[in-house]
């Protein structure tokens, strides 16, 4: 049974506050491949067993932009926490520092792995 409500970020006013004491916006890639759909699909299962009191809005960004006015809407909407796939680390690092000073919750979610050299430091680190 679904535990908070799951909706997409156009549609902010169908999260019903009475039932829901933590907002966690999702903010993803865009979905171009199918690796997006399948991990937009594990986060919406994932987030159906979450316990009591969470809701969550997610979304696949359009492009960088979007994703920014994404999260300025999470940020002024009070949302307890984000989940980001950033799309452009640059763009929205002014807008999570400010969720983060107001104690926003934040995760991101990316794969710094680009290249076999990034994928031998990462060995390294945490070997």
Known sequence: ???GPICGAADLSALPTEE???RIGISLLPISEESQVNLR????????????GFGF?????????????MLE??????????I???VDRELIAPILEQMFHSG?????AENPIDTM???????????
Not at 117 to 127: G, I, Q
Request: proline residues 5%.
């Open 20 to 22: 829901v004491r933590y």
């Open 84 to 86: 980001v796939s950033p």
């Open 73 to 82: 809407l999470f940020y002024s909407e009070g949302y307890d926490g984000v």
């Open 41 to 52: 699909q594990e986060i919406v299962e994932a987030a159906t067993n979450a316990p009591d």
């Open 117 to 127: 050299e990034d994928l031998e430091a990462w060995m390294d680190r945490t070997s």
């Open 57 to 69: 809005t997610i979304r696949n960004a359009q492009d960088a932009d979007d994703q920014l006015r």
């Open 104 to 108: 926003i919750l934040i995760v991101l």
């Open 1 to 3: 049974m679904p535990i």
